[in-house]
């Protein structure tokens, strides 16, 4: 720094000035010193007095051009962007799904999440199953199927609910009014939400080929609004995803508050720290990055970020590692299911008769019309038999459930298959994903099936999952050898125990510190700017006049 | 202010300025240590 500034002289006068300031005088009586003393002191807190307000003036004008400074050097919050940009992807991610043909209806018109919400596993209030109720009319009204009394009609218990239900549907006090009558049928109906959801389940079969018509005429309606092709959606949503998240990396805003939040520390991040130099060594192979060539160097920044993304899919490769191990048993089983499904089916058909002819029976019984002679006792009789044929009819279908990813593995896999296309066709059994998922998370208490359906699929349709689709799911394989091995034939120097299950999170941390400071580098604010602004931001702020600006003297 | 002063400050680089804060500072601290209390002063006399 040049010392010769203004303001250092003035420092370096003041000092010298102050230190030399004659306070005392050796001749006198003591009252002539002391007189002296007291006007010498005077004179010089007058100078200091003075040089005081010139120092504060000084200190408020390095403030402003500070200040002015960081204000130009501050990135923008681009947050409302990116927000807009994951809702395009949402809407992208709907739109993956209802064009796939690998989901049924019930799926991509989201009743399978409205029936499971309500299984009676599940905690469910009366209010939620209203709820479910109100979603599952409405999303029938856009397919234009308009449900009456007469769909609900597959135990006397749905239909006494219903009938209620489709009477006050529109009140804002429904729970309320149908609370009683849900008491009346819980005594006599412990089951009731079983009841409930076998008739949706019901219905969804009942208006198949309407549903199906409706998703082919949202398709095409989609498709024009969204101007998607069909056929590219998949690619573009890739890409867009990777663009997206590559954005988000570089993304000074972010990494400046980091810093700013303490969340990192800086010093740690700039050029010639001990931490930054050992984590860009880590993974060279002679263990000095800086002997590198400027070539070598870009090669392994490359790798670098390359291996992180991988990292990032590895890491939820080992979260559902149990789907694959379940997935790759089941296909080793396929055979000893075939026709199972359809067996299972066509025995359900015949359970399914026998319910509605109890139903019939039950209604003769209870007085189907004027002058109809009520069987009291017949009609309870046949309450009873109406419980035990639905527990009957909810075994079959759980069974069913359990069935259907034997079908998909069957008709989807091959002994070729990838370890992506095994995850995938898991993905298309809403059923299996629910349960696997609910055995597998049973002692998280944060667990949310959609939630870990919504990452599940994050993760299958990461654009950087590459080796998902390299990798023979059914040939022999340890994932960390090859994802090692990878790295290693592209110049990075990786163990195989730096990608175990166990180890993977503290490479993940090396790994992102390198990505971040290579990701600041290539962003528009760099780190010695980051440095400047949090040094800026430590220091005491001095209030700014109404002009923005700091008044000084 | 000093024209001079003002030229200097926008000359000086990032870490120069920030320095050169500090230093303001630390002479602030300076001057308000050798400001001379004449009134506990002339208490103590008493």
Redesign the interface.
């Known amino acids: ?2 010392n010769e ?4 002289k003035n ?1 370096q006068i ?2 010298t000035h ?1 230190r030399d300031f004659p ?1 005392t005088i050796s001749n006198g009586t003591k009252r002539m010193k002391e007189k002296f003393y ?1 006007n010498a ?2 004179e ?2 007058k100078y ?2 003075k ?2 307000k010139k ?5 408020k ?3 402003y ?2 200040n002015s ?1 960081v204000e130009k050097l501050l990135p923008i919050d681009q947050s409302d962007h990116y927000q807009e940009e994951k809702e395009r992807l949402r809407v992208m991610e709907s739109l993956l799904q209802f064009f796939s043909s690998s989901f049924n209806s019930s799926y991509k018109l989201g009743f399978s999440s409205l029936i499971y919400s309500i299984r009676e596993d599940h905690d469910v209030s009366l209010a939620e199953i209203n709820s479910v109720l109100k979603q599952f009319l409405s999303i029938c009204q856009s397919a234009s199927v308009v449900l009456t009394i007469h769909d609900f009609s597959y135990s006397m218990f749905v239909e006494k609910y219903m009938t209620v239900f489709l009477q006050n549907q529109s009140e804002e006090q429904l729970n309320d009014l149908i609370k009683q009558t849900f008491e009346e049928i819980y005594w006599e109906c412990p089951e009731f939400t079983r009841h409930i959801r076998l008739n949706l389940l019901f219905i969804l079969r009942k208006y198949q080929k309407e549903f199906d018509l409706y998703i082919e005429r949202k398709k095409k309606q989609m498709m024009i609004e969204q101007h998607i092709d069909q056929d590219k959606i998949l690619s573009e949503y890739m890409q867009k995803r990777k663009s997206l998240l590559k954005e988000i990396a570089k993304d000074p805003f972010y990494h400046l508050n980091n810093f700013l939040d303490k969340k990192k520390n800086i010093l740690d991040y700039l050029n010639g720290a001990p931490t930054r130099i050992k984590n860009f060594n880590q993974f060279t192979f002679d263990g000095n990055y800086d002997q590198l060539s400027s070539l070598e160097q870009k090669k392994y920044q490359d790798e670098i970020v390359n291996f992180s993304d991988t990292l990032q899919v590895l890491k939820e490769y080992y979260r559902y590692e149990f789907v694959i191990l379940d997935m790759i048993e089941k296909f080793r089983k396929k055979d000893e299911s075939k026709g199972a499904y359809e067996q299972k089916l066509k025995e359900i058909q015949k359970v399914e008769k026998k319910r509605s002819k109890l139903y019939q029976e039950y209604r003769k019984a209870a007085g189907g019309g004027f002058f109809k002679k009520v069987h009291k006792e017949k009609s309870e009789s046949l309450k009873l038999q109406m419980n035990t044929q639905i527990n009957h009819l909810h075994q079959l279908y759980q069974e069913l459930d359990d069935l259907e990813i034997m079908v998909k593995i069957q008709e989807q896999l091959t002994d070729s298959s990838s370890l992506e296309d095994l995850l995938l066709t898991s993905f298309c059994s809403y059923p299996y994903m629910n349960r696997i998922f609910n055995e597998h998370f049973s002692e998280d208490d944060t667990f949310s099936f959609s939630r870990e359906l919504e990452r599940y699929f994050q993760f299958l349709y990461n654009p950087d999952n590459v080796f998902l689709r390299r990798v023979h799911a059914f040939a022999e394989y340890d994932i960390s050898s090859v994802v090692a091995e990878k790295y290693r034939l592209l110049g990075l120097n990786i163990s195989k125990t730096d990608v175990f299950k166990d180890l993977i999170d503290t490479t993940i941390e090396v790994v992102s510190f390198i990505t971040c400071i290579l990701f600041i580098e290539a962003g528009s604010l760099s780190l ?2 980051m440095y ?1 602004i949090s ?2 931001k430590a ?1 005491e702020p001095i209030p700014m006049d109404d002009e923005g600006s700091i008044d ?2 | 202010m000093d024209s001079q002063v003002i030229n200097e400050l926008v000359s000086l680089n990032n870490n120069q300025l920030l320095q050169l804060y500090a230093d303001v500072l630390k002479h602030l601290d300076f001057l308000d240590s050798n400001i001379i209390d004449l009134e506990s002063d002339g208490q103590n006399d008493e």
């Open positions: 720094m040049n500034t203004v303001i250092k420092i003041n000092e102050i306070l007291r002191a005077n010089r807190n200091i007095e040089e005081k120092f504060h003036a000084y200190q004008r390095i403030y051009e500070l400074r010695d700017d400047f040094r800026f220091i000084v003297i």
